[in-house]
């Protein structure tokens, strides 16, 4: 049966983590300092746990190559195999793998195949890592994809390549385990979400939160048109008139939320003279936090 | 099979690089030198000191302990094949490829130095040349051969790989002498092999399988403490 299993796992930031996952999406919320970087390494099998035991399909992957080769991740910090080149690296990277495919038609999958005669000491960090998710995605067949942060990736590689990859992969049985340091991310990864809080695992019952309501408020002349043309959007939850001259439209996603006004606004020929994101967007995210901090006491034990 | 080869890639493309080049270019330089002032002094004497001395007894410890350094990129042998164990290859076999190409690399490194030192100790018209030559490369083949495979096996000691510094320290300490701790180290079979002190009287047919033996050895400790 494919699952990824954390025993008792204490390791760097993790303090006795216990939890299994099955296949399909997981998302984990939190940063690198409550751990995820070290999840992720776990359960690569890239490093060995302090304490405790990795398990993926009954194999500790530290110590069993085959399990290895059917792990495809991103790490925090990626060191690709020494090669001249990034398509040497990639070569090489295949190779280990058992893989026969070119490093080109690898790249050129994830859109970089203009990187494949880049020195290799000529690539940055993050490039880097653009290249460890080429790579991870490239995977035929994996067990488990575990990949640290992979949006913030988005610009190199396309966002649509990843979750569609992402999608796929989890819909062939793999178990998808994706790290985002921000709720939205979280949001739109998909999955079962679970959270790491000072290294702490809090599991998805406990750690879903709720979608961050965010307001825009609005200055125009028309607040009252406005108002009407925007009650129905399906982006917008809530429009609040305040006084004639500002409206308060409320919602989750601010990008959705913004573009639904602006058009709107435009197909009724209606002006807008000043557009910003409400100050309590931060109490929502302070609401947010507080409903993890509450579900970390919940789960510490008594 | 397959991992071995990604290992002994991994190797070569460590090794691949200008400072490789120049390394080994510095140190032709000064082998060269040290024998051509040696045929000056004492013509006779020349090769036999220059190999014993500055070719066998210094250069190629030295150019096996940098090799074995940067195949193994600073890291524990065992953590040096991080970059493609995570990818699905087996550790150990890596690692066995990997200590191949060094000792390859090596063994080529040291017979070129014993070339150049053989060039600067005889004139061209020597006829002892082509006769010091065959035997001194075979020498400098297996000896090469024996100490990248021990400093490799040594790189497993330490946080960052440190035990091959002290296999190079206890070569030349240890390995001058010749008690049974000497028999250990590599550098007392090419002294007996080069006509010196043996260690533990052992003859020189047995100084060939001694070096054999040391490399079979530490390749087998290197396979059997990395985890797969």
Known sequence: MNELSFDVVSHAELASVSGVLDSGSHVLLGSERDGTSSVVLLAAGIVKPAAGRVLLAGRVPFSSASARRTIAALCAEERLPTARHAAGAVQLALQARGDTRSALSVLDAAGLAHWAMRRTSDVSARETRALALALALSHPKPALLALYEPL??????????????????????????????????????????????????????????????????IQTPDAERLAACLAGAPEISEVTQVGALELLVHGTDLKRVASRVIANARAASLRISALRQDASALESLATARAGIAHAFDAARPQ | MNDVRVGARLAFARLRGPSSALVLA?????????????????????????????????????????????????????????????????RRHAVLGLLLASGLATALGGAFLVLIALLGAHTLHDASLAFDLRSSIGIALVSGFAYALCFGAASLLGKRGGGRKWALVADFAVGSGASALAALCPRSHVRNLLGGIPALCLSQTSAWFALIAISIACLGVSFVWTTE
């Open chain 1, 152 to 217: 913030a990736l988005v610009g190199m590689v396309q966002e649509r390549f990843l979750l569609d990859a992402l999608a796929q992969l989890s819909k062939n049985g793999a178990i998808v385990l994706a790290t985002a340091g921000r709720v939205e991310d979280a949001l739109r990864l998909g999955g079962e979400v679970h959270a790491l809080e000072r290294g702490i695992w809090l599991d998805s019952a406990e750690s879903r939160t709720p979608p961050l309501q965010l307001t825009l408020r």
């Open chain 2, 26 to 90: 510095i140190s032709a330089l000064t082998v060269f030198a040290a024998a051509a002032l040696e045929q000056r002094s004492n013509a006779a004497s020349a090769p036999d000191d220059v190999l014993s001395g500055v070719a066998f007894g210094i250069a190629l410890p030295v150019l096996a302990y940098l090799v074995s350094e940067r195949v193994c990129d600073g890291q524990r042998l065992d953590r040096s094949v991080d970059s493609v164990a995570r990818h699905g290859a087996d």
